[in-house]
Nanobody
Framework: EVQLVESGGGLVQAGGSLRLSCAAS????????IGWFRQAPGKEREGVSH????????YYAESVKGRFTISSDNAKNTVYLQMNSLRPEDTAVYYC???????????????????WGQGTQVTVSS
C-alpha cells in the first residue's frame, strides 16, 4: 500500500523558514517522482515543486523560485521542501504526491499524480 505522510508544517512569521518532509512507503522510491502542491482556502490546488527521485531533475513554480528548495533522501524514502523567506501568500495546506512521470511541461498538473498525502498546514503571519 502506497503511503505518503507530510510533516513539518506550522505557524511562522513572514521572512521565516520551515522544512516540510514527505515520508513515502509502499513503492520503489527511486522509480517515481514526487511533487509538492498547496491549496489555500477558496483557491485551486497549485504545483509548488517537483523532483524526480531517479535523476534528480527539479522544477519550481515561479512564485517560489529562489526561496524554496526541494531535495530527496532516497535512503530514507523522504522528500523535503525547504521553504525560506516565507510570505503570507504562502499560507496553505501543503500536499506531497507521487507520479510515475517527470515532465518539465506537466509536472504541476495534479492529474499526473496517483497518490497523495493528507497534507500539512503552513500559516505565515504578517
Amino acid at each position: 500500500e502506497v503511503q505518503l505522510v507530510e510533516s513539518g508544517g506550522g505557524l511562522v512569521q513572514a521572512g521565516g523558514s520551515l522544512r516540510l518532509s514527505c515520508a513515502a512507503s509502499g513503492f520503489t522510491f527511486g522509480n517515481w517522482a514526487i511533487g509538492w502542491f498547496r491549496q489555500a482556502p477558496g483557491k485551486e490546488r497549485e504545483g509548488v515543486s517537483h523532483i524526480s527521485t531517479n535523476d534528480g531533475s527539479t522544477y519550481y513554480a515561479e512564485s517560489v523560485k529562489g526561496r524554496f528548495t526541494i531535495s530527496s533522501d532516497n535512503a530514507k524514502n523522504t522528500v523535503y521542501l525547504q521553504m525560506n523567506s516565507l510570505r503570507p501568500e504562502d499560507t496553505a495546506v501543503y500536499y506531497c504526491a507521487t507520479s510515475p512521470y517527470s515532465s518539465s511541461r506537466y509536472w504541476s498538473t495534479p492529474a499526473m499524480y496517483d497518490y497523495w498525502g493528507q497534507g500539512t498546514q503552513v500559516t505565515v503571519s504578517s
